[in-house]
């Protein structure tokens, strides 16, 4: 089997971030989100992946590189636009050749892997097999009605959902669904669907199957996935402190520390993970933050938050909380007079003031 990932598209609902960085890079844990992708379809022993890349294609090369960290091989498909989930399998048609494959979105994350689902995919060798899960908000999903395990019908982000399974971001196919890729149509937001394209294979007699899972899994589309997806994945960190931490400071639970960073002064309670090159003095840092390298926290306090790198947190009289904070972005408190907020935010920024 081959692997294809997708890491196109242009993050709208992760504004102003996306505008300078691509959203499958933002970091869970300190690793970006597309790494777990990787590693899944590693892990379930498929070593020849297509990634397709768009606007952001640089900063995805430059991060990922030819896959040999991973021990696979990478191959970058070019998509100039993104056009749909569907487009994205048409134009990878001559990487693929006819060989059964597992599609993954670059920003979901599957706690538990993948490696059962593909296992069952060569073994019953269905033409195509969705994995589903039950949500709470299936309008904002391309949502599946079944029987039994058999797939009849599929709708689109749908105003009233027939049923709570909305389609994971992993999908398994063999050589019929480009047969379904060429020969649907846009649909009214100008894009291929994947899910009119296995409608197609459904109503052409092709065999589809389902898995609904039942382990953790998040599209880590908008702020509040980035922070649960941060929050479950930080509950699996180990103990490890190879920062410099004085005899002042505190350290509670599970915090993983690197190297270079100073601690100073200051109280960390897990889970928490700090990365390297750090400096964090007078600060309190709470549990499911994660920060990157290079970040400053001097007298503030944060938690349940993701700070990447570069960062400077300085002599903020409230609590940062709830939080996702660019590449090298300043929050401080000025103690000039006259007393006042003062700002410089992106496109789509959000700022909650005390």
Not at 6 to 23: F, H
Not at 113 to 129: D, H, L, S, W
Not at 224 to 238: F, G, M, S, W, Y
Request: aromatic share 6%; glycine share 10%.
């Amino acid at each position: 089997m081959k692997g294809l990932i997708l890491s196109g598209g242009k993050g709208t609902r992760l504004r102003p971030i996306t505008y300078t960085g691509a959203k499958q890079l933002i970091p869970i844990a300190n690793k970006p989100v597309l790494f777990y992708g990787i590693e899944a379809i590693r892990d379930a022993g498929i070593t020849d992946v297509g990634i397709i890349v768009g606007d952001t294609r640089e900063e995805i090369m430059q991060a990922v590189g030819d896959g040999s960290r991973w021990g696979i091989h990478i191959t970058y498909i070019h998509q100039p636009e993104p056009l749909g989930l569907a487009h994205a399998v048409k134009i990878a048609q001559d990487f693929l050749g006819n060989e059964p494959f597992v599609m993954y979105l670059g920003d979901n994350l599957v706690k538990e892997g993948i490696t059962p689902f593909v296992r069952e995919f060569e073994q019953m060798r269905p033409n195509a097999q969705i994995l589903l899960a039950h949500v709470p908000n299936p309008q904002e999903f391309g949502v599946a009605v079944l029987e039994g395990d058999r797939v009849v019908r599929l709708i689109e982000k749908p105003k009233q959902p027939p049923s709570d399974l909305a389609l994971v971001g992993v999908y398994m196919f063999d050589e019929h669904i480009f047969e379904a890729v060429n020969a649907i149509r846009p649909s009214a937001r100008g894009e291929l669907e994947i899910t009119d394209a296995i409608q197609y294979l459904i109503d052409h007699g092709y065999q589809v199957r389902s898995h609904i899972i039942s382990g953790w899994w998040k599209d880590t589309g908008n702020l509040d996935a980035i922070l649960e997806a941060n929050r479950i994945l930080l509950e699996d960190i180990e103990r490890d402190i190879r920062a410099e931490v004085d005899a002042t400071s505190r350290l509670h639970g599970r915090v993983s520390i690197g190297e270079g960073t100073r601690v100073v002064h200051s109280v960390i309670r897990g889970p928490v993970i700090i990365g390297a090159n750090c400096l964090i003095e007078n600060a309190y840092i709470g549990p499911f933050t994660s920060i990157a390298d290079g970040v400053h926290i001097v007298a503030s306090e944060i938690e349940h938050s993701v700070i990447l790198e570069g960062c400077r947190i300085l002599n903020v009289g409230s609590r940062v909380e709830d939080s996702l904070l660019g590449r090298n972005v300043t929050v401080c408190r000025d103690e000039g007079k006259p007393r006042a907020v003062r700002l410089m935010l992106g496109d789509n920024s959000q700022v909650n003031l005390l």
